[in-house]
């Protein structure tokens, strides 16, 4: 009998987090207990044999979509805020190394002094070699988010599914936080979300993973262990497919 969609493994995943899962209790920049319990779930991940690759958001530092609202240019807001990931890709690089965690960090802006410059065949085989490889900078062009970012990536390296690690533990018919009334979707097709006018990505990000038949798992990345569970095929979170 064939396993339940839901019973499924993965290989190799791309882990999507935000810039501000960072802050912890924070108001800005890295909370580092958040950062290490961040670094601890991917390593036991990795640990498991899964291949890893991870792209991290700016929002912590930076977020160049508002910068127009102070007077700066969006294309140099949004460079700005390509840096602010490449801050948090080093800050989590530095955390699982600490850990004893071999890894790799690839820029889509060249970066020859801190980061090896975005190379799809190379990133294959760190990933193939156990190293986890972090992706910053974005897609290295504005007007692009770091969600599009995960999803291009994720396509390049023939990822098998984007797990979007968030503080909510799915997707919602409302924002749960603000209606006690909302209720979670277990599973949903990428036709029923955009026509629902659910939030999974932006849109970008989603057609991406429409159109090339990649699952994204929506799930909780604060609740210790919740990883794991995800690449083990465990019903966490909310999965989006075709």
Do not use: W
């Amino acid at each position: 009998m064939a396993k339940a969609k839901t019973e499924r493994t993965y290989k190799r995943i791309l882990l999507k987090l935000s810039g501000e899962s960072l802050m912890g209790g924070k108001n800005y920049g890295i909370d580092d207990a958040m950062l290490k319990a961040y670094a601890d779930e991917i390593i036991a991940v990795a640990k498991g044999g899964t291949q890893v690759a991870v792209v991290i958001g700016g929002g912590n530092i930076y977020r160049g979509m508002n910068a127009s609202g102070s007077g700066i240019d969006r294309v140099q807001g949004d460079h700005m805020g390509m840096l602010a990931t490449m801050i948090n890709s080093l800050a989590l690089q530095s955390a699982l190394e600490a850990k004893g965690q071999s890894t790799r960090l690839q820029s889509a802006i060249k970066m020859e002094q801190i980061a090896e410059p975005f190379i799809r065949r190379r990133a294959v085989r760190h990933l193939e070699k156990g190293r986890i490889v972090i992706f910053g900078a974005g897609t290295g062009n504005p007007y692009f988010t770091t969600d599009t970012a995960a999803s291009l990536r994720a396509i390049e390296i023939e990822a098998d599914v984007i797990l979007k690690g968030t503080r909510v533990d799915g997707i919602y018919t409302a924002d749960p936080e603000k209606d006690k009334k909302a209720k979670k979707y277990d599973r949903i097709t990428f036709d029923e979300a955009y026509d629902k006018g659910l939030s999974v990505m932006d849109l970008t990000a989603f057609t991406l993973c429409r159109e090339n038949n990649l699952p994204i798992i929506v799930f909780d990345m604060n609740k210790r262990g919740n990883l794991r569970k995800v690449v083990a095929g465990e019903k966490v979170g909310t999965l989006v497919e075709v």
